[in-house]
């Protein structure tokens, strides 16, 4: 198994966000160092605790402090950018990278980020825009010859080479023939993993869900993989991501996490997101729990990876376990303050739990790459 890091951000709106970005670059350039294999960045544009409106620009400056870690878009939100512009800034980016770069990609899910843009979610305009999109980055990455796309959303010209100047399209990714592609998966029997199966796409499932729920994530994937005839996926490219912290005690850790910025995240923000989603049955084994159960008490114990190195690297054993194997846990990043807490739980995570698990090897099954 592999560990990486996730960052949406998350973090309470008010503080000094300067520092706060320039951190979030250190910590990164720190899991560069402690063998983090690779790193993602969220995008949002009207999200307070989650304040990152540009992930590539992100990307670009960790990539130009770091020396083996992969950094992915968490996602690029397609629906809200112009499709030549990300195939051409995505492609500059993976040359910038040598070829480190994953490319995730989304939908969006939040209703101002969708006002802000003018899009219209209730009628799924922001999922048709995807697909538009990803078709036209993916035409500009691999086609030779000009062409016109008259789509629903975008149109316009490749335009004809001028060879004697010279002038034209040019500007390819630096990994053949593009960068890997990956998409995150939220609801149960997700619809956008099932896409990821279908595509040959990294499937991420992201950091609510008990492994019961996370099952039929898996079940999406090989589902979609067979709906295009592909080979069956390798549980090996399965990301799934989770609060990690680890301390030198369970008690340390507990209260690290239940005091600081983690249960503080769940009790103000991530709830109540879901709740005005509907989508609290997420977080639930038991369909029948009601909401009130749903305390920060209940998802440290049983969804939650909290504790020392011993109690840390069983939790993941059993998750794995639970749901079959997967490739990588993407540990979900917080700032702590000072900061210096968090970096310990770092430390600790790759020196004691990492070399712990190492006899976690998921199936190597044959699987379609990444088109």
Known sequence: MKYGMFAMPLRPPGGDVTKEYHQDIETFVMGD??????????????????????????AASVFARTEN?????????????????????????????????????????????????????KEGEHRARMRESIDVIKRLWTEDEPFEHNGEFWQFKVPEPMPQVPLGHHIRPYQDPHPPIAVSGLHKSSES?????????????????????????????????????????????WRIAREVFVGKTDQEARDHVLNGPIGHAYTNYMFNVLKSLGATGLYKGDPDMPDEA???????????????????????????????????VL?????????????????????????????????????????
């Open 33 to 58: 160092k402690l063998g983090y294999t690779e790193g993602w960045m969220g995008e949002h544009y009207t999200i307070p605790w989650e304040p990152i409106p540009a992930t590539d620009l992100f």
């Open 69 to 121: 870690i992969r950094i992915g878009t968490g996602i690029v939100l397609l629906p809200m950018h112009d499709p030549r512009q990300v195939a051409l800034r995505i492609a500059y980016l993976d040359h910038l990278s040598k070829g480190r770069l994953n490319f995730g990609i989304g939908a969006g899910g939040a209703p101002t980020d969708f006002h802000f843009w003018d899009i219209d979610y």
């Open 193 to 237: 993993l099932f896409t990821a199966g279908a595509n040959g796409w990294i499937p991420m499932s992201i950091n609510y869900l008990p492994a019961v729920n996370l099952n039929t994530h898996w079940d999406a994937v090989c589902k979609g993989a067979a709906s295009t005839g592909r080979p069956p996926p390798r549980r090996s490219e």
């Open 294 to 328: 749903l305390t920060a008490e209940y998802v440290c114990d049983n969804i939650w990876v909290v504790g020392s190195p011993d109690t840390v690297a069983e939790k993941l054993s059993k998750l794995y376990d639970d749901v079959g194997g997967f490739g990588t």
């Open 331 to 371: 540990q979900i990043q917080y700032t702590y303050e000072p900061h210096q807490v968090w970096y310990d739980n770092m430390e600790l995570f790759a020196n004691k739990v990492m070399p712990a698990l190492a006899g976690l090897v998921p199936d190597e099954e044959p699987a379609a790459a990444a088109q």
